[in-house]
């Protein structure tokens, strides 16, 4: 039985392998130059990806959240039950009508009901999860209570701090696009905003350079672990058929 | 108190009554306010003088001549009106009440001084004898006349007999007083007319003989009115040189004999509006013998109709009486008023074409604009209202004198055709030529005297033979051509039995203005607003000449020739040819194929991006093939993993452990690269309970890969030592309904089977009964999510993100911020993490030496090739500043 | 159309944010989400029926690339069907994942590691200015601090810039901007409750 399940697994893996070397060289074939291969494999990947999330929302929610419950909730006597299952069902309808042009319009009511959700969620999110904790984190610098209790330094936490506030403080006016016309015609932001807004650049600038590093560095490790995939490969096919 | 005579039975009544008190007929005029667009004219209700100078800049230019030329006049006539003081002057005595009201032109008199300015008309001028004298300064009183065009003193009758028996229409036509000095000009020049005719009345025309000779024998007295015997008088000195034919005759009968109103045959007239007197008043005996036949046979029938048919008794009362009486003609009258048209028509048409078309006013030209001169003699107001077909569209009471062109020259030129009658009214004969007034001393003018039909037909102008007369189906003819306002006359069935109008309230107030009731001869007030729309122009010329706004068309808008025929093909001169050819050559130049400058760049960016590549593809091949370890693993533990090297002390053994997956396959390498280490060191230490949930459709599928690959070791399986909740869609939605209530988010794992009575979640319920979160992600966007949609729920459980390193940097606010537990960023987190996992090696170390060599190279890559950047650019630019 | 839509969104909008923060609203919050989250993925579906009638489209027409498109038609209709035959954790469902999608996605990634250093080195080139520079030299900086020496860590940038950079000096910038993207986000979030933004369409 083991030994079954290996001689299966060993042609899935080598098929994997296969397929991922092949789709692995006709991606880096991009290097050299566009070309048909390139297409072919972007073109089949986007499908084959599109199939497979297909899939999963056939499997992950459509059955279980939809199909699964109908016949229990349509036998079911309780009401409310019938109007959880039944309500999705409805929204369903209406968003499948977009496929329609004709009757795009009714799918607006599902899509009304998203956005109200979403904006909901993010209006909360935003205010418990991101404003007050980072306003609250940016003041902490400056707490010497705080920075006793942690057993640090104030001085060195107070001038972290200081850069940090600056750095967010400044950003925040660089996205500060109002402006006044000049005598000249041109738009200028006023004075001291203009300069608050040039040190914001900098922060800006070196942030953008740690997420540049950053994706690099995941792009870089991608490379790698195509590189490593195939020499694995590589290895399989020795291993596999005695090379 | 005055005593009236009623017209009608002869009855004495008072002033102030307004029907007779015996026969019921009516006493005093129908008129109505002058003022008061909002009021409608009510039977009985006498007009009051009204204010309408302001109006005056509407009325046609004719008639604020005429007003002009009357004023003017009133100074320059007084001969004149005291010569031709024929008609009783005691008529207007008992009527001076009732005779101001409201006619077609009430109450314009009271126009401002300004108005004296006007221009007068030739025709009137002519008429007046000057037109150049300045007008009267004497003061004019509101009191309505009629036509407007005399004082109210203008109407005064030398003869009491008169005044009670003659229509009011007529007494409105009796010469002037002598002492009269603000008379009008109008009056004296109807009288002039009178005057004039009285030989016309001895030459009777034989084609008119058979209306006549149905009229009684005419009686010329002087109480005829001025303007008839002025028609006679004109009639009979162009006659003369004139031919005989259909039309050359009609004048003639026109002058004294209104043959269309004489063969009525009892239908009763009114002709002036103010006159209230039933047309029986007019056929009365006392009408002397120069009463013209046509008022001597006026129908016994008092009726004040308007001549609609649809309304034989709710007679507007502006219509002037004498038109509107003719409603009450008897349909059995036919006959007679067939005649009764021709003659008037052709009447009217000799006379128009005697009168040079800028001496002619426009609602007189208009009768005669037809080149048929017996359809279209009939002014357009009196034919609009019968529905004969093919009327000129002409501003209705003007009567569609467009097309009709009479000019002076003409007129001169052919005294013949002048003639020639196109229609005009016998009462509008008086718009003849000034010379034939002016000729025509005031003394010579004799008693009208109507011309019997022997008469007549001793008329030199008898030798041509007449026509219509020899045609005897010409009688059918006219009928078809009678004038549309006889027609409905005819057709109304209230005509038939005329009565006298006793009950005030049966009539329907009109809806228009009153002014502009006043100023219409009939019901043709629609007309009128043609002259105030915006097209102001002022006609100078031809039969619409004095009025605005009647011709839409531009001035030479209408071609006067063929249009000119231009070629087709392009001529062009050789300054345009060679221009063109320069344009030509621009085109070119720029829709040629341009050698691209920056074909050389690309071709260096090709070898620069084949350069990194190579170098890039070398040192990771070299390395992982060669699987070196030559680079030290990093040594320095980051801030945000301090805390997660002894994570593994916080957590009891087999505590339930979430684990949220979000990355996509492409960071798969990295990702597991970096959480192997961590997720290896705990369930080695702790064996955790794992239980992953996804938020994006791959990520159950890699962490299966993940729990198959660098965590196999460990065997967990599926649904006992961990479980897999597989996809949670919607976003941040569904992780927010996954941190407020696990249960109803996820209730079925991956396999679709009830998760949450299986081990691995075994007394867990809720986000913050998990021992710890882990999230694995490739996204800051996610990671915010995440830590943003739990903050509250997830309780003071350790939070640990493994992500990607280009979500470290926006990850690192939350670190600080004590949301996040501990951040493993990318791979080099989890080479740092795999040296603390008791020394196991892992994924990040095997890629640890590539992965130095490249950021190695990026760094020289960077830092050399930024420099030689920088320099050449500046050398680029300094270039560009050169070569400007 | 419109009036109902917007009803709908701020109806539904106003009860999960009052779940936030009361009590008495959550089980109508849980209601609404779990709602939403099973919307939320038929929308998805909608999004993939796009795709194909897009790509159908380009088939009928014969356009240029079509045969392409009928590539990625026969890998989605192929990969549905056997999807919807079997489940993603069957081992084919997980031999497409990681023979094909995987290994493209990754190796996309890789190229975008030749992109991004051709990018760097051309940057000066063309943007000589306070924050290309600034923009370069932190790039640079992580990278040598990211990288070690055979014996070790780089010095003084490994152990001691390039926390003190990625810790303090991009912190500042990113607070800066998370705060900006949360209030951006919070106004987006109101203007929608306020039914001034109605981005869900509606006649």
Redesign the interface.
């Known amino acids: 039985m083991q030994g079954k399940v290996n001689k299966m697994n060993i042609p899935l893996d080598l098929l994997s392998g296969v397929l991922s070397f092949l789709f692995t060289i006709l991606i880096l074939s991009y290097l050299i130059g566009d070309n048909p291969l390139f297409r072919i494999a972007t073109y089949l990947f986007v499908g084959i990806a599109s199939g497979y999330v297909a899939t999963v929302i056939w499997w992950q929610v459509l059955v279980p959240r939809l199909m699964t419950p109908l016949l229990p909730a349509l036998n079911s006597d309780s009401l409310a039950l019938k109007i959880f299952v039944l309500v999705p069902w409805l929204g369903m309808a209406f968003i499948l009508m977009k496929i329609s042009p004709r009757l795009s319009g009714i799918a607006s009511l599902t899509m009304a009901f998203l956005v109200g959700a979403g904006a909901a969620v993010i209006i909360a999110g935003a205010v418990t999860g991101t404003l007050i904790p980072q306003f609250e984190a940016t003041i902490n610098f400056f707490d010497r209570d705080l920075a006793a209790a942690r057993n640090i330094d104030f001085l060195e936490v107070a001038g972290n701090g200081a850069i940090i506030l600056a750095g967010a403080v400044t950003s925040l006016v660089y996205f500060h696009f109002g402006a006044r016309p000049q005598a000249d015609g041109s738009m200028r932001r006023f004075g001291l905003i203009e300069i608050i807004a040039w040190v914001g650049r900098i922060f800006i600038g070196i942030t953008l350079g740690a997420i540049f590093a950053g994706v690099y560095a995941a792009a870089l490790t991608a490379l790698i672990e195509r590189i490593s995939s195939i020499f694995d490969f590589i290895t399989l096919l020795r291993t596999t058929f005695g090379l | 108190m005055e005593i009236i005579k009623c017209p009608s039975c002869g009855e004495n009544n008072t002033s102030d009554m307004e029907f007779c008190q015996n026969c019921q007929a009516r006493l005093q005029p129908l008129t109505g306010p002058l003022k008061g667009e909002d009021k409608a004219i009510k039977p009985g209700q006498i007009p009051t003088n009204k204010s309408t100078a302001e109006l005056e800049p509407l009325l046609p230019k004719w008639l604020k001549d005429a007003r002009d030329s009357a004023r003017t006049g009133e100074e320059e006539k007084p001969a004149q009106t005291s010569s031709a003081n024929q008609m009783p002057a005691q008529q207007a005595a008992p009527k001076k009440p009732s005779a101001p009201a409201g006619d077609f032109l009430s109450g314009l008199q009271a126009q401002s001084g300004d108005d004296e300015d006007d221009e007068v008309p030739d025709w009137l001028a002519s008429i007046t004898g000057d037109t150049s004298k300045p007008k009267s300064a004497a003061e004019e009183t509101t009191d309505t006349r009629w036509v407007e065009m005399g004082n109210r003193n203008d109407y005064a009758q030398e003869d009491a007999a008169a005044d009670a028996d003659t229509p009011s229409w007529l007494a409105g036509l009796q010469p002037l007083e002598p002492h009269t000095e603000e008379k009008d000009e109008l009056t004296d020049w109807f009288r002039t007319a009178a005057e004039e005719q009285k030989p016309s009345y001895q030459d009777p025309a034989p084609i008119f003989e058979s209306p006549v000779e149905q009229m009684p024998p005419a009686k010329p007295v002087d109480d005829t009115p001025d303007w008839l015997r002025q028609m006679a008088a004109d009639a009979e000195a162009k006659l003369e040189p004139v031919q005989a034919d259909v039309y050359q005759d009609a004048p003639e009968f026109s002058l004294d004999a209104p043959d269309w109103l004489s063969n009525l045959g009892g239908a009763a007239m009114e002709s002036k509006p103010e006159s209230a007197q039933p047309v029986k008043q007019q056929e009365s005996t006392e009408f002397p013998l120069e009463t013209p036949d046509w008022l001597s046979s006026l129908g016994s029938v008092e009726i004040e109709s308007k001549p609609e048919p649809a309304q034989p008794v709710e007679i507007p009362l502006e219509t002037p009486d004498w038109l509107s009486s003719l409603g009450g003609a008897e349909a059995a009258q036919m006959s007679e008023e067939e005649s009764v048209v021709f003659a008037e028509s052709s009447l009217a048409g000799s006379e128009a074409e005697e009168i040079p078309s800028f001496d002619i006013p426009d609602w007189m030209k208009s009768s005669a604009d037809d080149a048929k001169p017996l359809q279209d003699t009939t002014p357009r107001w009196l034919r609009e209202e019968s529905n004969l077909a093919g009327e000129p569209e002409v501003p209705a009471w003007l009567s569609g004198t467009g097309s009709f062109e009479l000019s002076s020259e003409k007129a001169e030129e052919t005294p013949a055709q002048s003639e020639d009658s196109e229609g005009i009214p016998a009462w509008l004969k008086a718009a003849e030529p000034h010379h034939f007034i002016e000729e025509t001393p005031a003394a010579e003018v004799g008693p009208l005297q109507t011309p019997s039909a022997e008469e007549e037909r001793s008329r030199p102008f008898n030798a041509e033979p007449p026509a219509f007369e020899a045609d005897p189906t010409a009688t059918e003819d006219l009928f078809t051509e009678m004038p549309s306002w006889l027609s409905d006359a005819m057709e109304q069935p209230s005509s038939s039995t005329p009565t006298a109008i006793t009950n005030t309230d049966a009539l329907s107030p009109s809806e228009l203005p009153s002014w502009v009731q006043a100023m219409r001869p009939v019901d043709a007030s629609a007309s009128q607003p043609a002259s105030l729309s915006s097209d102001q122009t002022l006609e100078s010329r031809g039969a619409l000449a004095g009025l605005q706004g009647v011709l839409p068309a531009v001035p030479g808008y209408m071609p006067t020739s063929k249009p000119k025929a231009y070629s087709i093909k392009l001529t062009a001169s050789d300054e345009q040819l060679a221009h063109a050819e320069i344009l030509e050559q621009i085109l070119a130049a720029e829709t040629a194929p341009v050698p691209l400058e920056v074909f050389s760049n690309l071709r260096a960016?090709?070898s620069?991006?084949?350069l990194?590549?190579a170098l890039?593809?070398i040192g990771?091949?070299l390395t992982?093939?060669l699987r070196t370890q030559?680079?030290?693993?990093?040594?320095?533990v980051?801030?945000?993993m301090r805390n997660l090297l002894f994570i593994s002390q916080s957590i009891p053994d087999n505590a339930p452990i979430l684990v949220a997956m979000d990355y996509?396959?492409?960071?798969?390498?990295?990702m597991q690269?970096a959480a192997a280490p961590l997720l290896d060191n705990l369930m080695l230490l702790r064996a955790p309970r794992l239980t992953f949930i996804a938020t994006n459709?791959?990520g159950?599928?890699?962490a299966?890969?993940l729990m198959a690959g660098p965590l196999a070791v460990h065997n967990y399986t599926d649904r006992v030592s961990y479980l897999n909740l597989?996809?949670?869609?919607?976003?941040?939605?569904?992780i927010?309904?996954f941190a407020?209530?696990p249960t109803?988010?996820a209730?079925?794992d991956?396999?679709?089977q009830p998760a949450w009575e299986t081990p691995p979640l075994e007394g867990v319920i809720a986000l913050n009964q998990f021992a710890a979160m882990i999230l694995i992600t490739?996204n800051a966007e996610a990671a915010?999510?995440w830590?943003?949609?739990t903050?509250?729920l997830r309780g003071t459980m350790p939070f640990i993100i493994i992500s990607?390193?280009?979500?470290?940097?926006?990850i690192?606010?939350?670190y600080?911020?004590?949301?996040v537990t501990g951040i493993i960023?990318?791979?080099?987190g989890g080479a740092v993490f795999e040296q603390y996992n008791a020394s196991r090696p892992g994924t990040a170390r095997?890629?640890?030496d590539?992965?130095?060599?490249?950021?190695?190279l990026?760094?020289v890559?960077?830092?050399g090739?930024?420099?030689?950047?920088?320099i050449?650019?500046?050398r680029?630019r300094a270039n560009a500043g050169e070569g400007k | 159309m419109r009036i109902i839509t917007a009803v709908i969104a701020i109806a539904t909008g106003t009860l999960i944010l009052l779940g936030y923060f009361f009590e008495a609203f959550t089980d109508i919050q849980t209601l609404l989400l779990n709602w939403a989250v099973i919307l939320a993925g038929v929308a998805a579906i909608v999004g993939i029926f796009n795709l194909i009638a897009v790509h159908a489209d380009k088939i009928r027409r014969a356009e240029k690339g079509s045969v392409y498109s009928a590539l990625l038609l026969i890998g989605l209709v192929g990969t549905l069907l056997v999807g919807m035959l079997l489940t993603p954790r069957h081992p084919v469902m997980q031999l497409l994942l990681n023979g094909i999608i995987l290994p493209v996605e990754a190796a996309l990634m890789a190229l975008l590691a030749v992109s991004l250093l051709y990018a760097a080195i051309r940057l000066l080139r063309r943007r000589t200015d306070v924050m290309g520079i600034v923009f370069l030299l932190t790039a640079i900086i992580l990278f040598l601090g990211s990288a070690t020496l055979p014996f070790g860590d780089m010095p003084l940038f490994g152990t001691l810039i390039h926390p003190w950079v990625t810790q303090i000096w991009a912190l500042g910038g990113a607070r800066g901007i998370l705060i900006g993207v949360a209030l951006g986000t919070l106004t987006t979030g109101l203007r929608v409750l306020f039914g001034v933004d109605r981005p869900y369409g509606g006649n």
């Open positions: 960016s090709r620069l991006r084949w990194i590549s890039l593809l990771t091949i992982v093939s030559i680079f030290a693993s990093p040594s320095g980051p801030n945000e996509e396959p492409s960071r798969a390498g990295e690269a459709e791959t159950a599928i890699l299966e890969r597989g996809y949670l869609p919607g976003g941040q939605l569904g927010r309904a407020q209530s109803l988010a209730p079925l991956i396999s679709l490739d915010r999510i830590i943003e949609q903050q509250e990607s390193a280009q979500a470290a940097p926006m690192q606010p939350y600080n911020s004590a949301q960023p990318g791979l080099q095997s890629y640890w590539a992965y130095s060599l490249g950021m190695l990026a760094v890559l960077v830092f090739g930024g420099l030689w950047s920088l050449s650019g500046m680029e």
